[in-house]
């Protein structure tokens, strides 16, 4: 048995019969015991001295409400990367690599979310189709690195690139899913927590009809390959601690409920005793099952300091900007933090981690090129993954060279990154998804460790690719100068201290404010959100966002005050187009954004 506080392993994990605790060819499966020893075929826990000296080490401790996070792979960011020296790409030295850090402050973000950096095994199913696993989602050890990131043999370079992160502003936030290991149901293998504790560490279930020594035999599964974890058994409780104060890093987790949706209490307990991290902790909530995730965790059910990936948010945005019907009022819900999921518990606009994709789905190139998953590679038929995307092609599936298809998914991707950093929230941005890239379809690449995952960094020096990183830059950098994107408060239309203006309020393409009718309205896919609020200087800035998904081309009639001159500060059909002034109206293309500001002295 692996020691599930091991800091180092040596040794590789070979596939054998001999790994699984029962007679794997056995009639009655895992009711048999398998006396053969595994020894030869398992990795061995290394005492080792992980001091290292943080003294210099400044944490950044962004704010929530100026956080700008990007997920990434530690493989995948920089294993393509020409700029960084062949001997390092795809390891944890080249995450501290001058060229990736300046990319990182080229588009403003704040935080880098690495998915999972410890250890976790190959599965076998997959060895046997020649695949490999490559988000690492099947993990073998909490507390050890993954070794096949190292570039050296020493941790310090996992260390050091954190240092140096740090010194450049960034924070660095570890994906750790405590619901499944790979151990996975009772027909898995017995490699650590199962042959320790397996009560302890894994919930199960009664058998029906009970066998006299074995009640509660099988595992409840969350996933599948997987088996869930035990939040409430006497081993897990404090491994989930304890690991917690090694990582000193925020969580990201679905350890928080069980697929019954009870017994919480004793889980946040957990979570509320763990040091904090340098900021408040993470966690992975999904409101709705979503591709091959549970329908676990409802939003209202974690306690305040937590914020949440919100798939709500995602679908929402997709769906308004393919051209779905009725859509304007949830999209208006989406935009101002979720309130009706987030507003709770003195919880704040942040706790939705607002996002357009994540590793687990589409890119966001791929969610304006292909309408079918194609998941061929992974060996399935083509039958994993989810089937429902909320995507268009806007005329082909897949590529084309046809200019004005191009176009059109090129204004689209623009004016859903528009309304991502426009939104009340804390942003994620895929990595990537920055310069366009795609996998080919492929909505499930967990299993692709090869350029279909990988980071296609010649994008970033062609020309659409450099525009579209220059583009989310620019709207990076137009939230951190305009608080009113990011408010830290939910916003309920209250008075500012201009006459006639509210905090927020809501309009349409007539210059005209929504009635209940107009947000019943089931074909209406045009919306402007006008924010509000006062500056130091006693003025009332003001921030309108004008967003336009109909199949044709818009004017927007400005709202009162009509004698102001606005400025247009970005907008998604002109991506080059600097500051603008204009006064009483502004018009759209099809599937167009834009953001203008204007300020207007206090009553």
Same mark, same amino acid.
């Given at each position: 048995?692996?020691?599930? &506080? ?6 590789e ?5 001999a ?7 056995s009639p ?5 015991f398998?006396?053969?020893d595994?020894a030869?075929?398992?990795?061995k826990?290394?005492?080792t ?8 080490d400044?944490?950044?401790?962004t ?6 996070i ?13 700029e960084?020296?062949?001997s ?15 990319h990182?402050?080229r588009?403003?973000v704040t935080?880098?979310e690495?998915l999972?950096i410890?250890?976790?095994?190959q ?7 020649g695949?490999?696993?490559?988000w690492?989602y099947?993990?073998l ?7 096949s990131?190292?570039?050296?043999d020493?941790?310090d370079e996992?260390?050091?690139?954190i240092r ?8 660095v ?6 619901n499944h ?6 027909q898995g293998?017995?490699?650590?927590w199962?042959?320790?504790?397996n ?7 009664k058998d029906?009809?009970p066998l ?18 035990n939040?409430?058994?006497r081993g ?22 069980g697929?019954?949706g ?6 946040r307990r ?33 306690p305040?300091?937590?914020a949440?990936?919100?798939?709500? &948010?995602r679908d ?17 819900a ?6 009706d999921l987030?507003d709770r518990r003195?919880r ?6 607002n996002?357009?994709g994540a590793?687990?789905g589409?890119t966001?190139?791929?969610?304006v090129a292909?309408?079918e998953?194609?998941?061929?590679a ?13 995507s268009r092609?806007?005329?082909?599936e ?8 191009l176009e ?7 004016s859903?990154?528009t ?13 990537g998804?920055?310069?366009?890239r795609?996998?080919?379809?492929n909505?499930?690449a967990y299993?692709?460790?090869n350029e ?7 994008k970033a020096?062609?020309?659409e690719g ?8 620019r709207l ?6 305009y608080?009113m994107?990011?408010a ?5 239309g ?8 509210k905090d927020i ?10 009635t ?7 074909n209406g896919?045009?919306? =402007? ?8 200087s006693?003025?009332?800035?003001? =921030?309108?966002?004008?967003?336009n998904a109909?199949e044709?081309p818009l ?10 001159e ?15 002034l204009?006064?009483?109206s ?10 203008l500001?204007?300020?207007?002295a206090?009553?």
């Amino acid at each position: 048995m692996l020691d599930p &506080y091991a800091k180092q392993m040596i040794g590789e994990l070979r596939w054998t019969d001999a790994m699984y605790g029962y007679q794997v060819k056995s009639p009655r499966a895992d009711l048999s015991f398998d006396k053969r020893d595994s020894a030869l075929t398992m990795p061995k826990g290394v005492v080792t001295d992980s001091h290292f000296d943080w003294s210099r080490d400044v944490r950044p401790n962004t704010p929530w409400s100026e956080t700008v996070i990007y997920e990434a792979h530690t493989k995948g960011l920089t294993k393509l990367f020409e700029e960084v020296q062949p001997s390092e790409r795809g390891t944890f030295a080249a995450l501290g690599n001058p060229k990736v850090i300046d990319h990182l402050k080229r588009l403003g973000v704040t935080a880098i979310e690495l998915l999972p950096i410890h250890t976790y095994i190959q599965d076998r199913f997959l060895q046997e189709k020649g695949l490999r696993n490559y988000w690492g989602y099947n993990t073998l050890n909490f507390f050890t690195p993954e070794r096949s990131f190292f570039a050296t043999d020493s941790h310090d370079e996992l260390r050091r690139s954190i240092r140096r992160l740090h010194a450049a502003g960034i924070e660095v936030i570890l994906d750790v899913v405590y619901n499944h290991t790979c151990e996975g149901s009772e027909q898995g293998p017995t490699l650590s927590w199962r042959g320790l504790d397996n009560a302890s560490y894994y919930r199960l279930v009664k058998d029906d009809p009970p066998l006299l020594d074995q009640r509660h035999r099988h595992r409840q599964h969350a996933e599948p390959h997987k088996g869930p974890r035990n939040p409430d058994g006497r081993g897990l409780a404090p491994l989930l601690g304890d690991q917690l104060r090694h990582r000193r890093l925020p969580l990201r987790s679905r350890l928080d409920t069980g697929p019954d949706g009870h017994r919480l209490r004793s889980r946040r307990r957990v979570l509320r005793r763990a040091p904090p991290g340098p900021r408040a902790r993470q966690a992975e909530a999904h409101h709705r099952a979503v591709g091959h995730r549970p329908r676990w965790l409802s939003a209202r059910q974690l306690p305040p300091g937590f914020a949440e990936w919100n798939d709500k &948010y995602r679908d929402t945005v997709r769906k308004f900007w393919r051209g779905d019907h009725a859509q304007r009022a949830d999209l208006a819900a989406r935009l101002t933090g979720s309130a009706d999921l987030f507003d709770r518990r003195a919880r704040r606009p942040w706790a939705s981690v607002n996002l357009l994709g994540a590793h687990d789905g589409y890119t966001l190139a791929d969610t304006v090129a292909y309408e079918e998953r194609h998941n061929e590679a992974n060996g399935e038929d083509n039958n994993d993954g989810h089937s429902n995307n909320c995507s268009r092609n806007w005329g082909v599936e897949g590529p084309t060279e046809d200019p004005a298809i191009l176009e059109t998914r090129s204004r689209v991707m623009r004016s859903m990154l528009t309304t991502l950093f426009a939104s009340l929230g804390t942003p994620m941005l895929v990595a990537g998804d920055e310069l366009g890239r795609t996998q080919n379809g492929n909505n499930n690449a967990y299993c692709q460790d090869n350029e279909i995952s990988w980071l296609d960094w010649n994008k970033a020096k062609s020309p659409e690719g450099n525009a579209l990183i220059d583009f989310t830059a620019r709207l990076i950098a137009l939230r951190r100068d305009y608080p009113m994107l990011r408010a830290g408060n939910f916003l309920y239309g209250e008075d500012t201290p201009a006459e006639g203006l509210k905090d927020i309020e809501w309009w349409d393409e007539r210059g005209l404010q929504l009635t209940s009718e107009d947000w019943e309205n089931t074909n209406g896919r045009a919306l =402007v959100m006008r924010r509000a609020c006062e500056r130091e200087s006693g003025e009332v800035q003001v =921030v309108s966002l004008l967003l336009n998904a109909s199949e044709g081309p818009l004017t927007f009639h400005m709202p009162p005050p009509a004698e102001v001159e606005r400025t247009v500060l970005i907008d998604s059909s002109k991506p080059e187009q600097g500051a603008t002034l204009i006064k009483d109206s502004y018009e759209l293309p099809q599937q167009g954004a834009a953001l203008l500001s204007w300020t207007i002295a206090a009553a």
